[in-house]
């Protein structure tokens, strides 16, 4: 066990006091599968091009009990309008803004985990810590599940449309770089339809760590469309983990756009359990400096008729590293499948890096699957055609890595907000060297 995992599992809180004892039994056994294992290494597969050094070095600490900041500054301006906003600082929510639609609940996940909300135990209890990518692999959902308290449960009623709900993720500075543990629970029951749009943004400058979990159960019928907008200092690090179950003829759209950071981990993981379900997973991400992006997807297609997309840009610059994996897998018994993969990136330095691996394992009949990822840079005869235009060199060069990324936020539901996104794309876009 590296020295950080040591000094993490020695902090860890103790469960004498907690309540309901299904939760006390969460939250002891991942401690102890903590201390037993600590953080991922390089020795896990899933995490061979993602080191940890840079958070050792810093001195981390967890966040529990520690008193709030006095400088928490201001929160971001949201991406777009919403009915309902949370701002979530350090962790739990802030404050709540906006209008409560009918059938749509929202409780801070300590309040939820005492209301007897129906599936919320099930959903806690199903989130595994060891799995295919190994017990050690999965050390920072155990670290989240020891501390288990922070968060927010979202429920929307059966046949409700919830619209909107936008969550704007913020830490404060402190004195030393701390780790925030946090829980999102999203159940939508049949036929209802929600937007989760995550923005992360901290107005201060810091190098703390946020450790999120996304839990989402959709029933029949369901739809969510989740998009995950992230922006943070270069010096910060954000882990992310999803799980999303979908019932038959459920819809799960997910866009995630990482724009800034300095270390930046998404593993994100659909159950595809009843016919007719569709999947689809997006993302782009932009890389300078010595900023470094791993996203991880995997989707099981268990049930069959279902239908699956993933579907990355990248472009990175300077010294860069793009990580991405995705990999589909279709069980027995899940016929007339469809599932796509592709995933392209720019690399406009000689010294960025991107490391991308599609996988596929069919064991089904009538399958229709494809698979793609290339690494390259820009068309040279594109940039010369834009520079005859009237551009200079550096405009056609970002009119054209804008536009690469631009296909992914063009596919959101909402044209205003892609336009928004692909705004802030065009501001941070990455220059060639």
Known sequence: MSELSAQLAATLPENTGIHPAWLKTIRETAAEQFRAHGLPTRKDEAWKYTGLAAIGQAGLRLANGLS??????????????????????????????????????????????????????????????????????????????????????????????????????????????????????????????LELL??????????????????????????????????????????????????????????????????????????????????????????????????????????????SEQYFRGVAGGSGRAVFNTAVCVHPGADETEARQSNANILLSGRAEVDTKPELEIYADEVIASHGATVGQLDELAVFYLRSRGLNEQEARQLLTTAFCKSVSDKLADPALGEVISQRMMDVMPQAD
């Not at 989740?226 to 179950?245: A, C």
């Not at 996203?295 to 008729?305: K, S």
Request: proline residues 2%.
């Open 68 to 193: 709030k900041s006095e400088t928490a500054g201001e929160s971001p301006t949201p991406l777009a309008e919403a009915k309902l906003q949370l701002n979530m600082l350090d962790g739990q929510i802030r404050e709540q803004s906006g209008e409560m639609p009918a059938g749509l609940t929202v409780l801070p996940l300590a309040e939820a985990l005492g209301s007897g909300i129906s599936g919320l135990q099930d959903m806690l209890e199903s989130l595994s810590l060891s799995g295919s990518k190994g017990v050690s692999g999965q050390g920072f959902s155990a670290l989240n599940s020891a501390t288990l308290d922070s968060g927010v449960v979202i429920h929307v009623a059966a046949g409700i449309d919830a619209g909107r709900l936008t969550a704007v993720w913020s830490t404060s500075r402190f004195e030393n770089p701390l780790l925030f543990n946090s829980r999102i629970c999203l159940i939508l029951e049949e036929g209802a339809r």
């Open 198 to 307: 995550e923005q992360f943004e901290s107005t201060n400058d810091n190098a703390n760590t946020s450790n999120i979990i996304v839990q989402a159960d959709l029933a029949r019928d369901a739809v969510l469309q989740h998009i995950r907008f992230q922006q943070e200092s270069e010096n910060s690090v954000l882990i992310t983990r999803t799980e999303v179950s979908q019932r038959a003829d459920s819809e799960y759209a997910y866009f995630g756009f990482d724009l800034g950071g300095g270390l930046v981990r998404h593993d994100l993981h659909t159950s595809i359990l009843g016919e007719g379900a569709k999947s689809g997973i997006n993302g782009a991400y932009l890389l300078d400096g010595n900023r470094h992006v791993d996203n991880q997807t995997r989707v099981d297609h268990i049930a069959g008729g279902s239908s």
